[in-house]
């Protein structure tokens, strides 16, 4: 006590106060080291990580020799900045270190043997995170991916192998639905290569049941007790809000319409359905703000936080990903109960490099980086941003509710620009509009859960008051999504978050300059003035009403067609994966209900992680004939999801598209090219177009068809043309189909005499429409009023 006034001890939400004094950035050289040098060795083999650690450790040993004078007195320039080089040493060191000793288990012999023959074993795990479902098609059960822990594996032979690695499985069974974390299972199944990148040393595909061995664990046991509890309580609220609610709370978005899903992720919403540091840093708050009301001391706070914080942990299960959202919420409290806010920033830097030595897996995680991004946002822009609100007049709550989101929402743009490929408008906005429901939302879905097991009732009133500001949430997300030119396009991957990260630093150091402030300011002005009417009145691209889209992928195939907003089917990939991202994102796929790959040449699924990058893939349909098998093995490597041979007869409905496959109508061998013959030929039926898609189908198949398909089942307004316009076309092939537009897929300056003049000819005789991948770039196929038209990206459409 001082002059008879309570002891201050946090001053904001936020945790930090903002002086004058520069942010505490000692440990901040070894933390980002030890992430990147992890990340890094994430996609190298052992001994180049090894080789790495020992190159950084003896770089580290001569700066260190020559700052102590044993080389020579250092300059003044050099021992100042000297330590800092030191420290980045060691954190590249030990992460380097620490992701090499994990990749010398993950790549142990005799288990990358087993991997790379596909054997079918049994296996027996420990279940690391809940069974996440993958959004399955239509009729079909969701495959369900599980994070587990290889304890041992038996192959038909008997031999046993026992590493401690992790092993992703693949599941269809209901069985696997409710497995807790902690429990150990038995299940057999068919080992497949990781797609890489990971400490994930095998996938194991297992259609059946697992066999358990014991209950779980008793914390995970209260808190699958405490989860149900929540989801009966919210079982009576309308579907968006009752589905909200518990993705809110603990992240279970298993009843969340995939309307709302998709909104959310529109409008930058999506990291509140995860269990992130804000969900911590709300539930803490609240003991915080009644701690404060009480008048305790620091000490008093601190404890009582922490004891919220474990049993929070509890509500939404210890698992690596909720002990992380823990860890960055304890940041926190750690600069609370030292009684110094400077403190929180070493925290900080203290708890990356501790997880990412424990778990280097977590250097190459979108979640991890966006909970440090946002920390360390919050800790270094928002109090200064809104105490420089506050001198400028603002309400201090205000303030404060206009800095946390954009402060969030800056630090964390670059990776989700580099994610997906958008920069979005109304992320900010949508956030900030969001802010006031978040707290409430969260704290009464939390005394739900938290009363639901001794009185029903009270959960249920708790959840419907909850409703309320999530019923808000759902409605900002939902107008948020709506808006024109709510995102724009930007590069994606690792290229477009760099450059994002330089440009956003270099305004935050040039806008310190009040003049550079307001030259940014009327910049921006101007730009969102000139552009924002020019994007809302110009159609732009995708066409309104498309009904096809051939994407430009050099001599390939990879065709798309539109599902619902955000949503589409791939037909294959094209030979490189950054060709077809750059079409889907122009196209604004956020999820690709059904990837079908008409067969396994290169020039079909050379870009298959182009598909997956950054975007959900529901189902992969692949031909019966699984050759070559490299081109199978690249499709299985994609990405976790269960690969399904696709017969003629089988059909398939999501949204506005139908599909039905026509062939081949039986397996051809000893022809010209066995996997062109044997493509999937599929007939599309979107918003009332006929649309054939013929693969590389060479005219034995296409004669096969003639003979197996009725007369008038070939018939289509749009011909997606076989083998990229090859001359090994069956001209009553042609006939049948009868075409208005023809797209064919094809490479500038080919090797392969592709498209042939004499097809594009008696095409062009016979009235058809062409449309050419390679001088056309992307080509669309739309509808409307007046009927078919084609539109070329800068090209006026042509209507017929």
């Not at 098609?137 to 994070?147: D, I």
């Not at 041992?152 to 069985?175: E, F, H, I, N």
């Not at 402060?407 to 580099?418: I, S, T, Y």
């Not at 709510?486 to 978050?497: I, L």
Request: with cysteine; glycine share 12%.
């Amino acid at each position: 006590m001082a002059g008879g006034r309570p002891e201050r001890f946090g001053g904001s939400a936020l945790g930090v106060e903002s002086s004058g004094e520069p942010p505490d950035l000692r440990l901040a050289g070894l933390a980002v080291a030890a992430w990147l040098a992890a990340l890094a060795c994430l996609h190298l083999t052992a001994p180049t990580a090894a080789l790495l650690a020992a190159t950084a450790a003896g770089l580290a040993g001569l700066v260190t020799a020559h700052l102590l004078g044993v080389l020579g007195r250092p300059a003044g320039p050099v021992r100042r900045y000297g330590w800092i080089a030191v420290a980045v040493l060691i954190g590249v060191v030990c992460g380097a270190s620490a992701t090499a000793a994990r990749l010398h288990v993950r790549d142990a012999a005799p288990l990358r043997a087993l991997v790379d023959d596909r054997v079918r074993v049994t296996a027996e795990l420990v279940l690391r995170d809940d069974p996440r479902p993958i959004r399955g098609a239509p009729g079909r059960p969701a495959t369900l991916l599980v994070a587990t822990e290889l304890i041992r594996l038996t192959d038909p032979d008997g031999r046993r192998v026992s590493a401690p690695v992790r092993v992703l499985v693949l599941a269809t069974d209901p069985a696997w639905r409710g497995r807790l974390p902690g429990q150990r299972l038995t299940a057999e199944g068919r080992l497949t290569a990781p797609r890489g990148g990971d400490l994930t040393a095998a996938v194991l595909i297992v259609p059946g049941p697992p066999v358990a061995h014991g209950p779980p664990p008793w914390l995970q046991r209260a808190a699958g007790m405490l989860r149900a509890g929540l989801q009966r309580a919210c079982a009576p609220l309308p579907d968006d809000q009752g589905g909200l609610l518990p993705g809110l709370v603990v992240g279970d978005t298993s009843r969340l319409p995939p309307t709302v899903e998709e909104d959310f992720r529109a409008t930058g919403m999506t990291h509140l359905n995860a269990v992130s540091g804000s969900n911590v840093a709300i539930v803490v708050g609240a003991v915080l703000l009644l701690v404060r009301w009480a008048r305790a001391g620091p000490g008093v706070a601190a404890v009582l936080c922490g004891l919220a914080l474990v049993g929070f942990v509890i509500l939404v299960r210890p698992s690596p990903s909720v002990v992380r959202a823990a860890t960055m919420g304890a940041i926190g409290l750690a600069a609370l109960a030292a009684g110094r806010p400077r403190a929180a920033l070493p925290a900080l830097s203290a708890a990356v490099t501790v997880l990412v030595l424990v778990d280097p897996e977590l250097a190459g995680d979108a979640g991890f980086a966006l909970s440090v991004l946002a920390t360390g946002g919050l800790l270094l822009l928002a109090p200064r941003w809104r105490d420089a609100l506050r001198r400028r007049g603002v309400p201090a709550g205000l303030a404060e509710a206009l800095a946390v989101p954009a402060a969030a929402q800056l630090a964390c743009g670059p990776v989700v620009a580099g994610i997906s490929g958008t920069v979005s408008l109304v992320a900010v906005p949508a956030n900030l509009l969001a802010v006031p429901a978040i707290a409430p939302a969260t704290v009464l879905g939390v005394l739900a859960a938290a009363v639901s097991p001794v009185w029903p009732a009270g959960a249920e009133f708790a959840a419907w008051l909850a409703s309320w500001p999530a019923w808000w949430l759902v409605t900002v997300a939902r107008v948020g999504a709506r808006l024109p030119a709510g995102t724009v396009p930007w590069p994606g991957g690792v290229p477009g978050a760099l450059l994002l990260a330089a440009l956003t630093v270099a305004l935050l150091l040039a806008a310190r300059r009040p003049v550079v402030r307001r030259l940014v300011a009327v910049g921006t002005a101007a730009v969102v003035l000139g552009t924002l009417p020019v994007r809302i009145l110009a159609s732009g691209w995708p066409p309104a009403g498309w009904v096809i889209v051939g994407c430009a992928v050099g001599q390939g195939d990879a065709l798309v067609l539109p599902v619902a907003a955000g949503r589409a089917v791939v037909v294959d990939a094209g030979p490189e994966p950054s060709a077809v991202d750059g079409c889907l994102r122009r196209l604004g796929v956020r999820e690709v209900s059904l990837l079908v790959v008409s067969h396994f040449h290169a020039d079909h699924v050379g870009g298959v992680a182009g598909v997956f990058r950054g975007r959900r893939v529901v189902e992969v349909r692949t031909p019966g004939l699984a050759e070559p098998a490299a081109g199978r093995d690249l499709v299985a490597a994609a990405g976790a999801v269960v690969l399904r041979a696709t017969e003629a007869g089988w059909s398939y409905r999501a949204g506005g598209v139908e599909l039905v496959a026509l062939g081949p109508p039986y397996p051809l061998h000893g022809t010209r090219s066995d996997p062109n013959n044997n493509s999937l030929v599929l007939r599309a039926t979107v918003a009332g177009i006929r649309i054939l898609l013929a693969g590389d189908a060479e005219t034995e198949e296409q004669r096969a068809l003639l003979d197996r398909v009725p007369p008038d089942g070939l018939r289509a307004e749009v011909l997606k043309v076989a083998h990229h316009g090859s001359a090994y076309q069956d001209p009553a092939f042609l006939d049948a189909v009868r075409p208005a537009v023809a797209v064919v897929e094809v490479g500038v300056d080919n090797d392969y005499g592709h498209p042939s003049p004499s097809l594009l000819a008696r095409l062009t005789r016979g009235g058809v429409r062409v449309l050419r991948t390679d001088t056309d770039g992307d080509v669309a196929v739309v509808t409307g009023r007046q009927g078919l038209a084609v539109v070329t990206r800068g090209v006026a459409p042509g209507r017929r």
